[in-house]
């Protein structure tokens, strides 16, 4: 789950960030995954493991 993420892509997260949304818009892919909240434009650098085993959705 979750090999197929591309930069462009919008993953729904099983947590909630602080401003209600759970999308982010996925700006860079490796080690790290760079993400910008769809909510509130927040940015954060967090593992790839963290997004896939969190992971709801992909779009
Ligand atoms: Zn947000």
Same mark, same amino acid.
């Given at each position: 789950?979750?090999?197929?993420?591309?930069?462009?892509?919008? !993953?729904?997260?099983?947590?909630?960030? &602080?401003? $209600?949304?759970?999308?982010?818009?996925?700006?860079?892919? $490796?080690?790290?995954?760079?993400?910008?909240?769809? $909510?509130?434009?927040?940015?954060?650098? !967090? &593992?790839?493991?963290? !997004?896939?085993?969190?992971?709801?959705?992909?779009?």
């Amino acid at each position: 789950m979750g090999m197929n993420i591309q930069v462009g892509n919008i !993953v729904k997260l099983k947590k909630k960030h &602080p401003c $209600g949304s759970f999308e982010w818009e996925v700006l860079r892919v $490796g080690a790290d995954f760079k993400l910008k909240c769809i $909510g509130c434009e927040h940015l954060i650098m !967090v &593992p790839r493991t963290m !997004v896939e085993k969190n992971l709801r959705g992909l779009r």
